[in-house]
C-alpha cells in the first residue's frame, strides 16, 4: 500500500493546485497495511537532497539559484569577452602606430623634397648673381663644385656639375666607354 499525495496534475484533472486529479485518492487517504509508505518527515528529504548532491530547499540550484552544472558560466563568458576586446585593442593601438609612422615618414619627405627644391633654386638664383656682379658681391665663389644652405626646417648640400661633365655614350670613344665600365 502506499500514500498518494494527489497533488500532481495528470489528464483529466481539474489543474488546480491542491485538487487531486480525476479517480485519484485524496491528499491525506492512507491505506493501512504493514508495508504501508509513511509521510517523509524533514530530516528524511534533507538526506535525499544530500545523497543527489543538492541541498535542502535548492532543488538542483547552486548557490544565487543557477544551476549546479551552469555555476560560473557567465564569469567564464565576460573572461571571454574581456580577452576578445584586449585582442581587439592591441590590433588598434598597433595599426594606429603604424599609421603614426607612416605618416610621420611621408611628412619627413615631404619637407626633404621640398627643401631640396629650395636649396636647388637658391643656388641657381645665386649663380646667377655671381656671374652677373663679379668680385666682392659674388655669393658663390668661382670653381665651387658644392654649395651648403641652413633653412629652418633643415640642412641642405647642392653639388654644381657642369654641363661637360657628362658623357655623351653617342659620341664618346670606345676606350673611355671602356674605362667608365672599369670604374663601375
Same mark, same amino acid.
Given at each position: +500500500?502506499r500514500?498518494?499525495? $494527489? ?5 483529466g484533472?481539474?489543474?488546480?493546485? $491542491?485538487?487531486p ?51 560560473g558560466?557567465?564569469l ?8 576578445a ?7 588598434l ?13 611621408s611628412? %619627413?619627405?615631404?619637407?626633404?623634397? /621640398? ?16 656671374? *652677373?656682379?663679379? $668680385?666682392?658681391? +659674388? ?5 665651387a663644385?658644392?654649395?651648403? /644652405?641652413?633653412?629652418?626646417?633643415? *640642412? ?11 658623357l655623351n ?6 676606350? %673611355?666607354l /671602356? ?6
Amino acid at each position: +500500500m502506499r500514500i498518494n499525495s $494527489g497533488f500532481t496534475r495528470r489528464r483529466g484533472g481539474s489543474g488546480v493546485a $491542491g485538487e487531486p486529479a480525476v479517480g485519484q485518492a485524496g491528499p491525506r487517504e492512507r491505506t493501512a497495511g504493514p508495508g504501508a509508505a509513511l509521510p517523509k518527515t524533514a530530516l528524511a528529504k534533507a538526506v535525499e537532497h544530500a545523497a543527489h548532491g543538492r541541498r535542502s530547499g535548492n532543488h538542483g540550484f547552486g548557490r544565487g539559484g543557477c544551476p549546479v552544472g551552469r555555476r560560473g558560466s557567465a564569469l567564464l563568458a565576460v573572461l571571454w569577452l574581456s580577452a576578445a576586446l584586449a585582442a581587439i585593442a592591441f590590433s588598434l593601438s598597433s595599426t594606429v602606430k603604424s599609421e603614426t609612422g607612416r605618416t610621420s615618414t611621408s611628412v %619627413d619627405g615631404l619637407r626633404a623634397y /621640398y627643401l631640396a627644391q629650395g636649396a636647388v633654386q637658391r643656388a641657381a638664383l645665386e649663380l646667377l648673381w655671381s656671374a *652677373n656682379a663679379p $668680385g666682392p658681391l +659674388m655669393r658663390i665663389p668661382r670653381g665651387a663644385t658644392e654649395v651648403s /644652405y641652413v633653412f629652418p626646417s633643415g *640642412n641642405a648640400r647642392v653639388e654644381i656639375i657642369p654641363e661637360t661633365a657628362r658623357l655623351n655614350v653617342n659620341t664618346s670613344p670606345v676606350a %673611355d666607354l /671602356y674605362r667608365l665600365m672599369l670604374a663601375l
